[in-house]
């Protein structure tokens, strides 16, 4: 799923917000293991790419936008009911791409081996949760679960930079069990957008099996 641009948030929002999956600190720091490497080759090429800070890290399930305090206590009520029947799940995330294409790359990330069913079901609920909220959704785009590494607008040697990318091409930071759908906030900063979680909301314990 491509990334949605930051834009200042319109007179009387109070939060922008997007459901995503937060990710625990040990992955998290795996992924900053290989960010590191991926700067320190990418020096080699001439490339500035803004790297994104390992706090930021997450994959996002649906952007939102700027919503009012109303309309955030409905999505959070929603929340709730979107989880219904959904199992933990495991991510593995091992391969690099781009968006919105490698010829002409604006963002570079880190990649899951595949969609476990759970993570489809847990998106479509989310989405009639949001649209039973009053939120207007984007044009539905091909999902595609991944962690932002860096966003490569304006940057030089763009070429020579995905080139030496490739050498890392399927890189495995790890995996994780997905137990919680988080309702995140974004905080606009000089120094750039700021990821913080507003709610959580747990997977609902599975039902024991009948006797």
């Known amino acids: 799923m491509a990334e949605t641009p930051e834009a200042p948030a319109p007179e009387g929002a109070s939060h922008r917000l997007f459901f995503a999956i937060d990710l625990p600190r040990p992955l998290k720091d795996r992924i900053n293991e290989l960010v590191k490497r991926l700067d320190t080759a990418g020096t080699f090429t001439g490339a500035n790419p803004k790297w994104v800070s390992d706090d930021n890290f997450h994959i996002t399930l649906w952007f939102i936008g700027n919503v009012d305090s109303s309309t955030t206590g409905r999505l959070k009520a929603e929340m709730r009911k979107a989880v219904r029947g959904v199992a933990p799940f495991t991510l593995d995330l091992r391969h690099l791409g781009y968006f919105p294409t490698e010829r002409d790359p604006s963002v570079l990330w880190l990649g899951a081996k595949s969609t476990p069913a759970p993570l ?64 995140m ?3 606009l900063r000089p120094g750039g957008a700021e ?3 507003y709610a959580t909301q747990p997977f609902p314990d599975p039902e024991p099996p009948e006797s």
């Open 120 to 183: 489809s079901l847990l998106r479509t609920n989310l989405a009639a949760a949001i649209r039973k909220s009053g939120v207007v959704l984007p044009v539905e785009q091909k999902f595609t679960p991944h962690v932002t590494l860096a966003r490569l607008r304006g940057t030089r040697h763009l070429h020579d930079f995905t080139r030496m990318m490739e050498n890392y091409r399927h890189a495995h930071a790890g995996t994780c069990e997905v137990r919680e759908v988080v309702l």
């Open 185 to 187: 906030e974004s905080h």
């Open 195 to 197: 990821y913080r979680p």
